[in-house]
């Protein structure tokens, strides 16, 4: 028994030393070791309880710590595991909710303005089907966002005038109907005053006046007396 208590008391010198220089982890390991040789010994007992709290408030600040400087050098996945696991030492700490809710703002609004470029992007060479998507993904996250909204109205429009070109270009032979040709006419109007005009939409623009001018040849014009 002198021998175990002799052993738990060289436990807990080390640990204390340990603790002065604040290597909280390795205390912590010498107090549990004493507690577990003699877990009568109170002393022992009170040093875990209290070396488990400083453990995870060392923890809790250093993983904020880490969180923020990925954070501030926008490695926003970096920082967001850090602030979570510092959460699971300290679920209410005031810091660590506060960094995380920073870090999901930042990360929204560059994922915003990303798509926002490859929207602009897709538009430009005249993609715009994906365009169409981006925008949509933006307002999934924001419907408030006026770029986006905007974005969806334009690339509509221009899938809709896009098909319907494509359709004339594809069916020349139905522009022997004066209808038709009349509806060619009208499209071809819209689709002079679309702006900016991408080399896919000049082409079609100059095949589809090539089509109408080819058509009205071939319509017999009635002329009234």
């Known amino acids: ?39 009568a010994y109170a002393p022992a007992r009170q040093a875990v309880e209290r070396l488990k709290d400083q453990v995870a408030e060392a923890h809790y600040n250093h993983l904020v710590s880490e969180g923020l400087n990925a954070f501030y050098q926008n490695r926003f ?69 006026q770029f986006a909204a905007a974005g969806t109205a334009r690339c509509r429009e221009r899938i809709r005038i896009n098909k319907r070109l494509r359709y004339y270009l594809d069916h020349p032979e139905n522009l022997s109907s004066e209808r038709y040709l009349q509806e060619a006419r009208d499209l071809l109007f819209v689709a002079e005053g679309l702006a900016p005009r991408g080399p896919q939409l000049a082409d079609q623009i100059q095949a589809l006046d090539a089509r109408i001018q080819a058509a009205q040849t071939r319509i017999p014009l009635t002329v009234l007396s």
């Open 77 to 145: 996945n970096e920082a967001r595991r850090h602030i979570q696991a510092a959460l699971e030492y300290r679920p209410g700490g005031h810091e660590a909710r506060e960094a995380l809710r920073q870090i999901e703002t930042a990360a929204r609004e560059r994922q915003i303005a990303r798509l926002r470029q490859q929207g602009r992007t897709a538009e430009d060479g005249e993609h715009w089907d994906r365009a169409l998507k981006l925008y949509e993904d933006a307002l999934a996250i924001d419907p408030a966002l």
């Open 1 to 39: 028994a002198a021998d175990q208590r002799a052993k738990v008391m060289d436990l807990m010198a080390t640990g204390q030393s340990h603790e002065r220089e604040e290597r909280y982890d390795l205390a912590l390991a010498d107090y549990e070791a004493a507690t577990r040789m003699d877990s």
